[in-house]
């Protein structure tokens, strides 16, 4: 009975068990790690376990399962991205000045194009792939989306989300260790880091564990680097890589 | 009501596909060039719009907020469902590319954070 009733509601029960791990990584992340790593991350990381368990479809292979894939399909997922844009200020671009947007510009460009380079090292060839990996290399949002615009194979749309969830890892853990290195102790520094890292989960984690007042320098440049690797991964990167890979 | 605000948001997401891959049927590329990134700035653009009109919106933008809040939990639902087996490969792919960007993204701080110290003088001077 359990099983016809779950099966007949798969999405509502995908929203039940998402909100589970959910709130299970973010207590993990509180209360464990102190608020080292964020707790989407950990959150992203569980579920590619998960998938793990299942074949080709990840959990979604698995009894009861079938709604989660449905949850996270392109569809809904590129919803849920777009609407995010509501929380972009445009005035506020004008704080980050010219070496805020420098940076965003580079941060995307040098990501995507170092995340090429060395996917052809590791013996991808194809332009959708080497596509999908470089603009996973920016964050977890805009390696999926890429793909699935363009039509790339599951596992490589689940390596772009790994990409950038190791990202998120290695800001978060390492920002505070390198920060006064690298001159990240001003208003001005934060928001170029902002732009050129881009990840605002491992950006914020990091900036908070290195100055609080920071956080909403490097968040302001952040929330911008998302919508433009949106834009031109998938376009005008595409079509250099197609350019030179096809 | 959040049933505008959802509107908006469909009427953004669908101009943006559509602009996306008549652009990639432009060039030559098929799929959808670009789409999120076009629904994005769509986005943008009315917002800062309406809110330049005085036009107030606080109550569909619920609608739309709710939907942003969704996204983590969308990717994590995204992510269980990928063809991980299959993926576990490239496992070390990820792991380079991802700490490599980082560390590379880190040292860039300081000489853009140059350019930015000459562009605050220059705007004193």
Known sequence: MIEKIIGANGLVFAFFIVGVIMYLSYLFSKKILNNIIPGAAIAIIIALFLAFLGEEKGVANLPYMGGVAVLGGSMLRDFSVVATAMGVDVSKIKQAGFSGILSLFIGVSFSFFLGVVIALFMGYSDPISLTTIGAGACTYIVGPVTGSALGASSEIIALSVATGVIKVIVTSIFTPLIASRIGLNNPNSAMIFGGLIGTTSGVAAGLAATDEKLVPYGTLTATFYTGLGCLICPSLFYFLIDLFFS | ?125
Do not use: E, H
């Not at chain 2, 596909?17 to 653009?45: A, H, N, P, R, W």
């Open chain 2, 1 to 125: 009501m959040n049933i505008y605000g959802v509107s908006l948001l469909a009427f953004c997401f669908l101009f943006g596909k559509i602009t996306g891959t008549f652009i990639g049927s432009l060039i030559g590329l098929s799929g959808d060039i670009g789409g999120v990134g076009f629904s994005m700035f769509l986005l943008v653009f009315i917002n800062s719009y309406l809110k330049k009109k005085n036009i107030n919106i606080s109550k569909s933008k619920n609608g739309i907020l709710f939907w942003s809040t969704m996204y983590i939990p969308i990717v994590v639902a995204m992510s269980a469902s990928q063809n991980v087996k299959a993926a576990l490969l490239g496992g070390w792919l990820a792991i380079t590319v991802g700490v490599i960007v980082t560390i590379i993204a880190f040292m860039l701080v300081p000489l853009i954070s140059r350019i930015g110290k000459k562009d605050l003088n220059n705007k004193i001077k």
